[in-house]
């Protein structure tokens, strides 16, 4: 079955520190990736997308993140993380393309102390 | 813009119950409507696509008699849980697309609505 994993539930950090999120799909085909963000009290919004071409793509608020096809893996980092980043994370896959059908990781809590 | 409005966002109800919770897109058209569940420290889970006009898609292991979709405009979609139970106690969330040319238009998401079911 098409499944994405996140491989931290939580995430501790303090301000200006890095920060890599994992993420891997199992899905043999082609695949869009996606991260998207959920600050306290609001909606899912997105991060980043990778559809095709450059497999290192950055979003909004500093965020980038690398598709590596061999190891089925869109993991997302920032180089300096600030306290407002203090968010849930997920990852996302559309086996079937665009934004369809999309597979969702169980998500990353990450809390960014000041 | 693109703002998906949900509601309500927060309902409280006997079992044996109907809820209804409405998905809005408030200023764009959207042809396509998806509705997710998300446990507790778990992910969204996908339980139906719905396309205006035309009758819901649900993923597999989602009872469609339990879960009514009804997407009878290009900016509401409705899921009604019927005779509603403990075990459906759950956060509903809905997202919705814009009525775009092709499928690389992004879903945009409600806030979300937590149904609990006494």
């Known amino acids: 079955a098409q499944s994405v994993s996140q491989h931290n539930h939580h995430v501790i950090l303090s301000e200006a520190a890095s920060l890599e999120l994992g993420c891997n799909y199992s899905?043999?085909?082609?695949?869009?990736l996606f991260w998207y963000v959920q600050y306290p009290g609001q909606h899912l919004q997105l991060l980043l997308k990778y559809f095709s071409g450059d497999p290192l793509v950055k979003g909004i608020k500093g965020f980038e993140a690398e598709f590596i096809k061999s190891k089925f893996s869109f993991n997302l980092r920032k180089p300096s993380v600030q306290w407002s980043d203090t968010a849930e994370y997920f990852c996302?896959?559309?086996?079937?393309?665009?934004?369809?059908?999309?597979?969702f990781g169980a998500g990353t809590r990450l809390a960014v102390h000041p | 813009g693109a703002v998906v409005s949900q509601h309500p966002s927060w309902v409280i109800c006997k079992s044996g119950t109907s809820v209804k919770i409405e998905c809005r897109s408030l200023?764009?058209?959207?042809?396509?409507m998806f509705w997710y569940r998300q446990f507790p420290k778990q992910s969204l889970m996908l339980m139906a696509t719905s396309n205006e006009g035309s009758k819901a898609t649900y993923e597999q292991g989602v009872e469609k008699d339990k879960f009514l979709i009804n997407h009878a405009s290009l900016t509401l979609s409705t899921l009604t849980v019927t005779s509603a139970h403990p075990e459906d106690s759950s956060f509903y969330i809905c997202?919705?697309?814009?009525?775009?040319?092709?499928?690389?238009?992004?879903?945009?998401f409600g806030d979300g609505t937590r149904l609990s079911i006494l």
């Open positions: 200023d764009f058209q959207a042809t396509t």
């Open positions: 997202s919705a697309k814009s009525a775009g040319g092709n499928s690389n238009q992004p879903q945009h």
């Open positions: 899905y043999g085909g082609t695949v869009n």
């Open positions: 996302a896959a559309s086996p079937s393309g665009g934004y369809n059908k999309l597979i």
